[in-house]
């Protein structure tokens, strides 16, 4: 796999720390994008002329005391990359992969994917003018990505298979076919995931925080996430460098298996979990994603289905939402504490890779199961058309004391 190589700025540390803050978020620059003022460090001779860029990025990093408290620490931070323009992180790598494929004159972009990077896709190829395929597992996908990759005009193929399949398929394709592939193992797409990390320590102050937690699938934000703070400890951005945890689903934990080895061995999995996004048994990152977690003093762990969605809905009911494989990074966190690897103390930051309206589906079953009903259910109640129903429904607490 092939790494980008470009000559990094001549400045360091607060000199360069002092250039990316001066950039404001004027409409129509460069600056405007999360990704592009980075542009430095993500693909620096690109011509304002040559970007396709919505905006995305900037996205809110954000506080709230109940989720930190169901985590068990003090301080918590959700980096929501759910407030990217097609609700997921995967912007920030398809502005640029998008932008290059632009450049080179592809004619036509294409990927597999569980369904945001389709989504992500479709939607920056239909602003490029560049016809746009995507594989995605057939029955696998959420409706709101589905959705998407519709909507924005992608050719929608619904392979009979599942994730890894899609992705060998897509490979095979892009090398017979000539198409552009814009999968996280196209460098491009990982230059601009790296911009996760950059605006995090922006937005810190440029204070590394002792944690950053993340889902993990294909390992492409792993790679992503270690690549931007070899970078910023290279660059005097930061003068410390934060542990990463890498979190999968416990149907879906390759990687976790390997790390428990002591990296000795790659395995493969037949991946079955509730979110989707993360459904993917042989991740495509592998290697990079090791280097990664050696270099930041890292842990990988898996956490069950249930754990995710019990995370979910504390982090839903603050009023900020997720979805379902954004929620392995805050239940990460939880397990991390219990077993005394993270500190109550400590500062975590923890991204929120997906909007909650990504999988609608999922948040009309949890809370209207029963026997038992999860922690944070929720049951909608149907009524006749009557104030009387409205003053029982009152009298209740089901409304008044939530
Ligand atoms: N969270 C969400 C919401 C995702 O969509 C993905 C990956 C991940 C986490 C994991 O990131 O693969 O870089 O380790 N989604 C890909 C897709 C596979 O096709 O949309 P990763």
Excluded at 24 to 41: F, I, N, Q
Excluded at 147 to 154: D, E, K, R
Excluded at 174 to 197: C, D, H, M, W
Excluded at 367 to 396: D, F, M, V, Y
Aim: one cysteine or more.
């Amino acid at each position: 796999m092939l790494a980008l190589q470009y000559a990094l700025p001549a400045e360091r540390g607060a000199a360069l720390r002092a250039r990316f803050d001066a950039r404001g978020t004027a409409p129509s620059s460069l600056d405007a994008s999360g990704v592009w003022r980075y542009r430095e460090l993500v693909l620096p001779d690109a011509s304002a002329s040559d970007v396709v860029t919505h905006p995305e990025g900037n996205t809110p990093l954000l506080r709230r005391a109940s989720v930190a408290q169901w985590c068990g620490v003090d301080a918590l931070l959700m980096k929501h990359e759910g407030w990217n323009p097609t609700g997921s992180f995967k912007d920030r790598g398809m502005t640029v992969a998008v932008t290059q494929a632009k450049r080179i004159g592809a004619s036509a972009v294409a990927c597999a994917s569980t369904g945001n990077t389709s989504a992500s896709l479709a939607a920056y190829a239909a602003q490029a003018g560049l016809p746009a395929l995507v594989l995605v597992p057939n029955g696998q996908v959420t409706l709101g990505k589905l959705a998407q990759s519709l909507a924005y005009g992608a050719r929608t193929l619904l392979v009979r298979g599942n994730f890894d399949d899609c992705l060998r398929l897509a490979r095979e394709a892009a090398e017979r076919f000539g198409v552009y592939l814009a999968n996280s193992i196209n460098p491009y797409r990982i230059a601009g995931q790296k911009t996760i990390v950059l605006e995090l320590l922006q937005q810190l102050g440029w204070r590394a925080p002792d944690w950053i937690v993340l889902p993990a699938g294909n390992l492409g934000n792993t790679a992503a996430f270690g690549a931007a703070l070899r970078e910023a400890r290279e660059l005097g951005l930061i003068d410390t460098m934060p542990r990463i945890a890498a979190v999968q689903a416990s149907g879906a934990a390759p990687f976790a298996a390997s790390y428990r080895d002591g990296f000795s061995k790659r395995y493969t999995v037949q991946a079955e979990t509730a979110a989707t996004a993360i459904r993917i048994g042989d991740p495509a990152s592998y290697s990079r994603a090791v280097r990664v977690i050696r270099e930041t003093n890292g842990v990988v762990l898996d956490v069950s289905d249930a754990a995710i969605l019990d995370a979910k809905a504390a982090v839903d009911a603050s009023g900020v939402g997720c979805e379902p494989a954004s929620a392995a990074s805050v239940a990460g966190v939880r397990e991390l504490v219990s077993r005394g690897v993270i500190r109550r103390g400590d500062v975590v930051a923890c991204v929120l890779t997906g909007h909650i309206l990504k999988d609608p589906e999922i948040l009309l079953q949890y809370h209207a199961r029963t026997e038992p009903a999860p922690s944070h259910a929720n049951r909608p109640l149907e009524i006749e058309p009557e104030l009387g129903a409205i003053e029982r429904a009152l009298k209740q607490g089901e409304v008044a004391h939530r």
